[in-house]
Each structure stands twice: as structure tokens, then as C-alpha cells.
């Protein structure tokens, strides 16, 4: 059996054209606290690049309103290039995925929800519905998938906090009953330093030589639609990438 863990971020999700931003949008508004959540792209990039919409946002204008056609104003960048892995030879075509979301709704009151670039809308759990239809499309035939809330219940439990992210990522993942003779794969570039860090560790405590680290460099024009597989041997922390 082949299990992928992955983590998610705020950039995982992209938009190809904001054609249909306006009109979606319209209709979720009075859910966003009169944010307007323009898509933007980012400084110093050609027209060809994606444009960027908080992660909690995207889900709430698209995960609501997802029709084929909608899904195809969506842009994946490293979860095609982890795809495309995966799939390359057929022997690494997962199982099992279990997908690691982030939900602070508990830590930011309404008032903070109305701070545009409060770490609230930074959070994947809206975007579940995207994701579903993804992981339908790249892998018809997976057996099943899991969708794991990292849920702090207070600033205190904030999800910068290596100890604290830690511990929230093995109250998750003990939540299952997961083969250990498995192969894992592990994608933990995605989400804050800390959930990324959290994850590397657990994943080699937990399942030792049995994991490898798929990794993509989204940095690197050339390299950024290519994933490549690590070893838990050769594996150190000078390549985590973490994001969100």
C-alpha cells in the first residue's frame, strides 16, 4: 500500500484567469466580513502568471460554487508537480491520501476576521471541496482519503508555534489507523515553517525508513513542475521548504 500525506497552504490554489471572480464573488460577500479579496499576482511577474487569492477566501467564492466549468479556472502548482510524480511510474500511484488542512476560526474573533491579511484567511479548510474534485481527477481509482483539521483552540495553540503545531499534527494523525508495513510519501512544503517542520518530524518518528519526501522547487521556473523523491536517510532539514 502506498499512503501520501500532504500538507496544504494558502498558495496551493491559484487562479488561471479572474474572469469569473467578480460574479462568484458577489454572491459569498456578506459571508467575508466586507472584505473585497481582489486576485492579485504577484510583484514583478509576466501576464502569464497565476493570480493569488487568500486560501479561506478561494474556498468560500469557488468551493460553494463549483461547476466544471469554474474548476477550470483553477491552477495547482505543486500539487500537479507532486501528481505528476507519483504517477510517473505506476508502482507510486497512492492509495490512501490523507490531506492535512488548517481551521483557526477559534483563535480570531470577528474582529480580526475583518483584517484582510489576518492569518484566518490563510486557512484550507474551505477549500476541501476543491480539493475532493482534484484528487478525483488526478487519482480515480484511491481508495480512500482522509481530510485532517489542524484546529488550535486559542492564540496560544497559534499554528507559528513548532511545539504547539506539533502537537496538533500527532493528535491528527493518531486519529487513524494507518498500516505501518506502508509505503508513505510525504509533501510537507505547504502550510507555516512550523506545521511543515511538524510534519517532517512525526513522519520519520512514526514511520522511520518506510517514508520517502516528495518535494517540488516552486521557486525555480525550470524545476517548479517537477517533483523528486527524498530518502528518510539522506533527508535533513536544510530542505524543507516550509510556506504557506
Keep these: 500500500m502506498n499512503i501520501w500525506i500532504v500538507t496544504t497552504g494558502s498558495s496551493d490554489v491559484k487562479l488561471k484567469t479572474d474572469d469569473n471572480w467578480g460574479s462568484l464573488f458577489k454572491k459569498v460577500r456578506s459571508q467575508l466580513y466586507d472584505r473585497r479579496f481582489v486576485p492579485t499576482r504577484p510583484p514583478n511577474t509576466d501576464d502569464e502568471e497565476p493570480f493569488i487569492v487568500p486560501a479561506r477566501a478561494m474556498g468560500m467564492v469557488y468551493g460553494s460554487q463549483l461547476t466544471d466549468e469554474y474548476y477550470e479556472d483553477l491552477h495547482f502548482p505543486l500539487l500537479d508537480a507532486f501528481s505528476a510524480k507519483l504517477l510517473e511510474k ?9 490531506l492535512i488542512m488548517t481551521d483557526q476560526e477559534a483563535v480570531f474573533d470577528e474582529e480580526n476576521r475583518r483584517v484582510e491579511k489576518s492569518p484566518y484567511w490563510q486557512d ?36 507559528d508555534s513548532w511545539n504547539k503545531a506539533l502537537f496538533l499534527v500527532q493528535q491528527a494523525l493518531s486519529s487513524l489507523d494507518l498500516d505501518k508495513s506502508a509505503n508513505f510519501y510525504v509533501s510537507h512544503q505547504a502550510g507555516t515553517p512550523a506545521i511543515s517542520s ?4 512525526e513522519a520519520l518518528a512514526k514511520f522511520g525508513k518506510k517514508v520517502k519526501f516528495l518535494v517540488s522547487n516552486e521557486y525555480e521556473p525550470d524545476l517548479a513542475k517537477k517533483g523528486d523523491f527524498i530518502e528518510s536517510s539522506t533527508y535533513s532539514s536544510s530542505v524543507t521548504l516550509g510556506r504557506v
Design 90 to 98: 505506476g508502482k507510486t500511484n497512492p492509495d490512501k491520501i490523507i
Design 124 to 159: 484550507t479548510c474551505t477549500l476541501k471541496p476543491i480539493f475532493e474534485r482534484y484528487f478525483q481527477k488526478k487519482f480515480p481509482k484511491i481508495e480512500s482519503i482522509d481530510y485532517l483539521e489542524l484546529k488550535p483552540k486559542s492564540q496560544d495553540e497559534g499554528l
Design 198 to 201: 511538524a510534519v517532517q518530524f
